[in-house]
């Protein structure tokens, strides 16, 4: 079936814009990097239709890759449900957000720059999704890290954008470190790295009831993906991450990239699924970051912080499905969340071009001049905030019924978590758009190119729920509890609703509530305001202490004391030999003349000697 | 034992002497020309000791090598000779002690 073609394309297209794009005219760095990504996406739906209907996983093995004593790892792909899901996300939701590109960076530097970095992107994580062993997932992990670097720092000149992108990188370094050590201890226990084997050879084993290998190898593999999807402990980066042109915060800080982390679970089910207890650390991390994201996300003021810590809280809803067992929910939630969250972020860009202003209390009024931009939001808003019948309800609600059925307490926190995250969605849209313009003149409504991308994922973002991705994934996965208790629903609708509802009155009806509240609540909103403070607990506790290590042990010490003394030593010494060797070298012509009389007088000697002894 | 009755060691004797002349005004002399001279009194002397040798083992090689030691010490003497010459002009002086820089 060719599925290589899939990665290829964009692949092709990065290396024609890259090595031509800058002496090409926009119109032909459009062409390819567009035609690259739409090429790959026609070419998914033309292997999906082919292998319909999936039943099992379609493996096509090119060639080897590693060879070394019994262990062949290939260069091989396959595409099984799980994996057409994501197949479907990368190529649909990335053509749409390449299109809308167009638009957004029609007036920046470096054009060609960003269209070959985002189609390599592509070409990443269509092998990280397709990949059929773990090192291949590893090397997409890998390269879908190195664009987000690159595309964080996209704008290179602003210190801003390169540390936080150096700050990406190093983050997700942390989470790799925990990523490779859970492949080796797979290739320790299974002596393979292939999909099939490994996780054939998982399920013969008994659950672990404590801590054995499988449980260490879900927690090292959790620790790569809190960093790749930004949870707890490692979410740092993904606000910071902001820094990058929109399109890029939307391709791979909300749609696909983050998302790496929830796939890579949902792959590794076999893995959680016997041993217990990594799975509930999963849950409960997804719980946690969920939760706390979400009041972070309350109080900012940057249109685009406000949808970065909501893409953090909603990846944490992904990783609560997957931790109670509902693998299938939580990859529907991943189907959802590409639509709104993607065009949340688009729709935050289209603002963004019409003022030259992220700041959410310097705008305000502009449903008149952005119209399309504005129902658009409006709906990703209800999507996002579990609005009946709109894509985010059904992938919520089943995450949050799955909750209950493994814990109560689950569900509570998870619903308290729905009503935050409507109260700060509708926050954004209606300090944004309602209300009275705040300081700025001039605004207008984005060009086809920007807002057609955003109608269409407007509509899926309403009716993509309608998919039945979690039926259809049902088979990958053992069935678990799922109830369909309708008051829980009910109750998890009403969070929503009222989150909308006190978004309403607090930043449209009682305008000014919002700022009395934050007085009143005094100590608490200064905490939550600066983020728990946790980027200087981090700076504090982690940072700070490495540097100073750095400094004055690895520099000051090693550096200067070892190495450097070791070099210097060594040049020392060979300047001293040559000191004393030089006076032999007097430029006296009549000394060389007795240096080789007595040279060969000693010889002679030796000869006679040697001779004499024979 | 050669016709003219002269024996072997004769030569060798000589040979030695004449050698052991040009080494030491080799290294005791400091005037250019002298040691250039001395330098092909040396070459002369090892030619002799060749050219005797050859001649009481009635072999030829020893009479080739003379003949090598004759174009070296010809072609010697004429790089030698434009050298000192050089040296002379620039200098002023053959004393060997005060060209010396290409010691530093």
Not at chain 1, 222 to 239: D, E, F, H, N
Not at chain 2, 68 to 78: D, K, P, Q, T
Request: glycine share 10%; aromatic share 12%; charged share 10%.
């Amino acid at each position: 079936m060719l599925l290589w073609l899939i990665p290829a394309f964009p692949l092709l297209g990065f290396l024609l814009n890259g090595v031509i794009g800058r002496r090409s005219p926009k119109s032909f760095v459009n062409a390819v990097a567009i035609g690259a990504v739409a090429a790959s996406f026609l070419w998914t739906l033309k292997t999906l239709a082919a292998l319909w209907p999936l039943d099992t996983a379609h493996l096509e093995q090119y060639f080897t890759w590693i060879q070394a004593g019994d262990v062949r790892i290939g260069f091989d792909l396959a595409v099984d449900r799980l994996s057409a899901v994501m197949l479907l996300v990368v190529t649909g939701v990335g053509l749409l957000i390449h299109i809308y590109s167009i638009g957004y960076m029609a007036h920046e530097g470096g054009y060609y720059r960003f269209f070959a970095y985002l189609n390599l992107f592509m070409f990443f994580m269509l092998t990280l999704v397709m990949a059929a062993n773990f090192l291949l997932l590893f090397v997409g992990w890998e390269g879908v890290g190195l664009c987000s670097y690159l595309l964080i720092g996209f704008w290179f000149l602003r210190s801003s954008a390169t540390n936080a992108a150096n700050k990406a990188f190093i983050v997700n370094r942390i989470g790799d470190f925990g990523f490779s050590l859970g492949i080796y201890l797979i290739y320790i226990h299974f002596r393979s790295l292939d999909f099939a084997p490994v996780f054939a050879a998982v399920s013969e084993r008994p659950v672990e009831s404590g801590v054995g290998p499988l449980t260490l190898i879900g927690l090292l593999l959790l620790v790569g993906a809190t960093g790749k999807s930004a949870q707890i402990p490692l979410y740092v980066w993904l606000p910071d991450a902001m820094e990058g042109p929109t399109p890029v915060s939307a391709l791979i800080h909300a749609a696909t990239m983050v998302t790496a982390g929830v796939y890579m679970v949902a792959r590794c089910s076999a893995i959680y699924l016997h041993a217990p207890l990594a799975l509930e650390t999963v849950a409960v991390i997804g719980l946690a970051t969920a939760l706390f994201a979400a009041t972070i996300g309350v109080t900012q003021f940057d249109i685009k912080k406000v949808f970065a810590y909501s893409t953090i809280s909603q990846l944490g809803y992904m990783f609560l499905g997957a931790g109670v067992g509902a693998f299938g929910a939580g990859i529907y939630h991943l189907w959802t969340h590409a639509f709104f969250k993607a065009l949340l972020f688009l729709g935050a860009g289209s603002v963004i071009h019409a003022l030259g202003e992220q700041d959410l209390r310097k705008m305000g009024g502009l449903r008149h001049k952005t119209p399309i931009t504005f129902w658009t939001l409006v709906a990703a808003a209800v999507s996002i905030s579990g609005v009946p019948f709109t894509a985010g309800f059904f992938s919520k609600d089943e995450i949050l019924l799955a909750a209950y059925h493994h814990a109560p307490w689950m569900y509570w926190v998870g619903t308290i978590t729905a009503g935050l995250t409507a109260f700060y969605v509708f926050r954004a849209i209606f300090l944004a758009f309602l209300g009275e313009p705040r300081g700025w003149q001039h605004a207008h409504e984005s060009p086809p190119v920007m807002t057609v991308p955003l109608i269409l994922l407007a509509i899926l973002s309403l009716v993509g729920g309608l998919a039945p991705v979690s039926r259809f994934l049902a088979p990958m996965f053992p069935p678990h509890e799922a109830g369909h208790e309708m008051h829980l629903v009910v109750i998890s609708v009403g969070a929503g609703l009222a989150g909308i509802a006190l978004a309403w009155l607090f930043y449209v009806a009682r305008p000014g509530l919002a700022e009395r509240t934050a007085a009143r609540l005094g100590a608490l909103y200064q905490l939550v305001y600066n983020k728990y403070f946790v980027d200087e607990i981090y700076q504090a506790a982690v940072v700070q202490p490495v540097i100073r290590g750095a400094r004055s042990m690895l520099w000051q010490k090693v550096d200067v004391g070892l190495i450097d003394g070791a070099v210097n030593g060594l040049g020392a010494r060979a300047c001293a030999a040559g000191d004393v060797l030089r006076r032999i070298q007097s430029g006296n012509l009549r000394s060389y003349a007795a240096w080789v009389l007595l040279g060969s007088f000693l010889l002679l000697l030796a000869a006679g000697l040697a001779g004499g002894a024979r | 034992m050669s016709p003219a009755g002269v024996p072997l060691s004769w030569y060798l004797v000589l040979a030695a002497f004449l050698f052991t002349l040009g080494a030491a005004g080799f290294v005791f002399r400091r005037n250019i020309i002298t040691m250039f001279m001395c330098i092909e009194l040396m070459l002369n002397a090892v030619n002799l000791t060749f050219v005797a040798l050859a001649y009481h083992t009635h072999q030829v090689d020893g009479l080739v090598l003379a003949f090598f030691v004759m174009v070296v010490a010809a072609a010697e003497a004429a790089v030698g000779l434009a050298i000192i010459l050089t040296v002379f002009r620039n200098r002023a002086s053959l004393q060997i002690d005060e060209v010396q820089s290409l010691r530093d």
